[in-house]
């Protein structure tokens, strides 16, 4: 990822239009969090912690993992002044550099289709997962009206299941939860969430 991109963007990331997203997914996340309390989980390219700092509460320990510095020291100071307990703002970008624990969840939200390199991160999130470990996909619908060299135009959920069964994954799920106007590149678009276990 262009990590200058995302270090700029950091100050105004948290708009009307990415609060009301990060709401939305916030909510299917929610409910793949049930009876995780005694779990670790990790969002990996958390951005400003819209998406998963609102549920530290349903889990052991919450990591926030960005590759931005600018996005990474937004979310440190929104976990100090909510003094959220169980979370930690890391500044790590796994496909150079590996963490080193595993968690027992990991989210990557709005990620993937900004990564070239979809088979390489796949493993590296597998390797980061504890056994029987939960991986969460939410990203776009594959879109043919997406032209932008610089991203995937989102995901066919054919090949994307198949990508996570070629990388180890099992009882791996995808399904369209959100559509909405304008949601991607000023194009209308659907959301997916796409499950695998390690």
């Given at each position: 990822?262009?990590?200058?991109?995302?270090?700029?963007?950091?100050?105004?990331?948290?708009?009307?239009?990415?609060?009301?997203?990060?709401?939305?997914?916030?909510?299917?996340?929610?409910?793949?969090?049930?009876?995780?309390?005694?779990?670790?989980?990790l969002?990996?390219?958390?951005?400003?912690?819209?998406?998963?700092?609102?549920?530290?509460?349903?889990?052991?320990?919450?990591?926030?993992?960005?590759?931005?510095?600018?996005?990474?020291?937004?979310?440190?100071?929104?976990?100090q002044?909510?003094?959220?307990?169980?979370?930690?703002?890391?500044?790590?970008?796994?496909?150079?550099?590996?963490?080193?624990?595993?968690?027992?969840?990991?989210?990557?939200?709005?990620?993937?289709?900004?990564i070239?390199d979809?088979?390489?991160?796949?493993?590296?999130?597998?390797?980061?997962?504890?056994?029987?470990?939960?991986?969460?996909?939410?990203?776009?619908?594959?879109?043919?009206?997406?032209?932008?060299?610089?991203?995937?135009?989102?995901?066919?959920?054919?090949?994307?299941?198949?990508?996570?069964?070629?990388?180890?994954?099992?009882?791996?799920?995808?399904?369209?939860?959100?559509?909405g106007?304008?949601?991607?590149?000023?194009?209308?678009?659907?959301?997916?969430?796409t499950?695998g276990?390690?």
């Open positions: 990822m262009a990590n200058e991109l995302f270090d700029e963007l950091a100050k105004r990331y948290d708009s009307d239009k990415q609060i009301f997203l990060a709401s939305i997914i916030q909510k299917e996340v929610e409910a793949e969090l049930e009876e995780s309390q005694d779990k670790t989980f969002d990996y390219g958390s951005g400003t912690g819209l998406v998963s700092l609102d549920l530290a509460s349903y889990v052991d320990e919450l990591y926030l993992v960005d590759s931005s510095k600018e996005m990474t020291a937004i979310t440190a100071n929104k976990i002044t909510n003094q959220i307990k169980n979370a930690s703002a890391l500044c790590r970008d796994l496909i150079k550099e590996d963490l080193t624990f595993k968690v027992d969840i990991i989210l990557v939200s709005l990620v993937l289709l900004h070239p979809t088979d390489f991160v796949l493993k590296q999130l597998y390797k980061h997962l504890n056994p029987k470990g939960k991986l969460i996909i939410v990203d776009f619908d594959k879109n043919e009206k997406i032209t932008d060299s610089r991203v995937h135009n989102g995901f066919d959920k054919q090949e994307l299941k198949e990508k996570m069964q070629t990388t180890g994954f099992v009882h791996v799920s995808s399904d369209t939860f959100y559509q106007e304008k949601l991607f590149m000023k194009e209308d678009a659907s959301l997916c969430l499950l276990y390690k």
